[in-house]
Nanobody, 123 residues
Framework: QVQLVESGGGLVQPGESLSLSCAAS????????MGWYRQAPGKQRELVAA???????NYTDSVKGRFTISRGNAKNTVFLQMNSLKSEDTAVYYC?????????????????WGQGTQVTVSS
Protein backbone atom coordinates (compact mmCIF):
# COMPACT_ATOMS: atom_id res chain seq x y z
CA GLN A 1 0.00 0.00 0.00
CA VAL A 2 2.96 2.32 -0.49
CA GLN A 3 2.22 5.46 -2.44
CA LEU A 4 4.97 7.78 -3.64
CA VAL A 5 4.15 11.42 -4.23
CA GLU A 6 6.60 13.79 -5.93
CA SER A 7 6.67 17.56 -5.79
CA GLY A 8 8.96 20.40 -6.82
CA GLY A 9 8.99 20.18 -10.59
CA GLY A 10 8.65 23.23 -12.77
CA LEU A 11 10.21 25.50 -15.36
CA VAL A 12 13.65 26.98 -14.78
CA GLN A 13 16.33 28.62 -16.89
CA PRO A 14 19.68 26.97 -17.66
CA GLY A 15 22.09 27.33 -14.76
CA GLU A 16 19.37 27.63 -12.15
CA SER A 17 18.46 25.16 -9.43
CA LEU A 18 15.46 23.09 -8.51
CA SER A 19 14.70 20.71 -5.67
CA LEU A 20 12.47 17.67 -5.89
CA SER A 21 10.82 15.90 -3.00
CA CYS A 22 9.18 12.52 -2.68
CA ALA A 23 7.28 11.20 0.29
CA ALA A 24 5.90 7.73 0.86
CA SER A 25 2.45 7.49 2.31
CA UNK A 26 0.13 4.68 3.23
CA UNK A 27 1.53 1.60 4.88
CA UNK A 28 4.99 2.37 6.19
CA UNK A 29 7.67 -0.28 6.19
CA UNK A 30 11.36 -0.39 5.37
CA UNK A 31 12.24 0.91 1.91
CA UNK A 32 15.75 -0.34 1.23
CA UNK A 33 16.45 1.97 -1.67
CA MET A 34 14.86 5.16 -2.90
CA GLY A 35 15.80 7.15 -5.93
CA TRP A 36 14.92 9.15 -8.97
CA TYR A 37 14.50 8.11 -12.58
CA ARG A 38 13.78 10.38 -15.49
CA GLN A 39 12.39 9.99 -18.97
CA ALA A 40 12.82 12.53 -21.74
CA PRO A 41 10.76 12.48 -24.95
CA GLY A 42 12.00 9.78 -27.29
CA LYS A 43 14.34 8.28 -24.71
CA GLN A 44 14.31 5.33 -22.34
CA ARG A 45 13.73 5.87 -18.66
CA GLU A 46 17.09 6.15 -16.91
CA LEU A 47 18.28 6.11 -13.34
CA VAL A 48 19.37 9.55 -12.15
CA ALA A 49 20.32 8.86 -8.55
CA ALA A 50 19.65 6.35 -5.81
CA UNK A 51 20.25 6.14 -2.10
CA UNK A 52 20.06 3.24 0.31
CA UNK A 53 18.64 3.28 3.81
CA UNK A 54 22.22 3.43 5.12
CA UNK A 55 23.08 6.47 3.03
CA UNK A 56 25.08 5.00 0.14
CA UNK A 57 24.50 6.93 -3.08
CA ASN A 58 24.88 6.37 -6.79
CA TYR A 59 24.56 8.85 -9.66
CA THR A 60 24.49 8.62 -13.40
CA ASP A 61 27.58 10.25 -14.91
CA SER A 62 25.72 13.12 -16.54
CA VAL A 63 24.56 14.55 -13.20
CA LYS A 64 27.60 13.92 -11.00
CA GLY A 65 28.76 17.10 -9.34
CA ARG A 66 25.47 18.86 -10.05
CA PHE A 67 22.77 16.77 -8.37
CA THR A 68 22.61 15.58 -4.78
CA ILE A 69 20.27 12.92 -3.47
CA SER A 70 19.42 12.67 0.20
CA ARG A 71 16.92 11.11 2.57
CA GLY A 72 15.06 12.98 5.23
CA ASN A 73 15.12 12.23 8.91
CA ALA A 74 12.03 10.21 8.16
CA LYS A 75 13.65 7.52 6.02
CA ASN A 76 10.70 7.18 3.67
CA THR A 77 11.33 10.62 2.24
CA VAL A 78 13.84 11.37 -0.51
CA PHE A 79 15.07 14.61 -2.06
CA LEU A 80 16.94 15.55 -5.19
CA GLN A 81 18.77 18.88 -5.24
CA MET A 82 19.50 19.83 -8.83
CA ASN A 83 22.01 22.60 -9.48
CA SER A 84 23.46 24.05 -12.68
CA LEU A 85 20.57 22.67 -14.65
CA LYS A 86 20.95 22.12 -18.37
CA SER A 87 18.42 21.77 -21.15
CA GLU A 88 19.41 18.10 -21.34
CA ASP A 89 17.95 17.62 -17.86
CA THR A 90 14.46 18.28 -19.17
CA ALA A 91 12.35 15.21 -18.45
CA VAL A 92 9.63 13.75 -16.31
CA TYR A 93 11.22 12.73 -13.04
CA TYR A 94 9.87 9.69 -11.21
CA CYS A 95 10.37 8.78 -7.59
CA UNK A 96 11.28 5.13 -7.05
CA UNK A 97 11.42 2.87 -4.04
CA UNK A 98 12.57 -0.70 -3.55
CA UNK A 99 11.57 -3.04 -0.78
CA UNK A 100 13.42 -6.30 -0.25
CA UNK A 101 12.15 -9.27 1.70
CA UNK A 102 13.76 -12.64 2.22
CA UNK A 103 12.11 -15.94 3.01
CA UNK A 104 13.18 -19.54 2.50
CA UNK A 105 16.48 -18.40 1.04
CA UNK A 106 14.83 -16.29 -1.65
CA UNK A 107 14.90 -12.54 -2.00
CA UNK A 108 11.73 -10.88 -3.21
CA UNK A 109 11.77 -7.42 -4.75
CA UNK A 110 8.91 -4.98 -4.67
CA UNK A 111 9.04 -1.81 -6.78
CA UNK A 112 7.06 1.34 -6.21
CA TRP A 113 6.76 4.33 -8.53
CA GLY A 114 5.52 7.87 -8.21
CA GLN A 115 3.32 9.54 -10.79
CA GLY A 116 6.12 11.75 -12.10
CA THR A 117 6.81 15.46 -12.03
CA GLN A 118 7.83 17.56 -15.04
CA VAL A 119 11.15 19.39 -15.00
CA THR A 120 11.71 21.76 -17.89
CA VAL A 121 14.98 23.65 -18.35
CA SER A 122 14.64 26.31 -21.00
CA SER A 123 15.45 29.94 -21.63
Amino acid sequence: QVQLVESGGGLVQPGESLSLSCAASGTIFSLNTMGWYRQAPGKQRELVAAITSSGSTNYTDSVKGRFTISRGNAKNTVFLQMNSLKSEDTAVYYCYALRLTTSWGNTNKYDYWGQGTQVTVSS
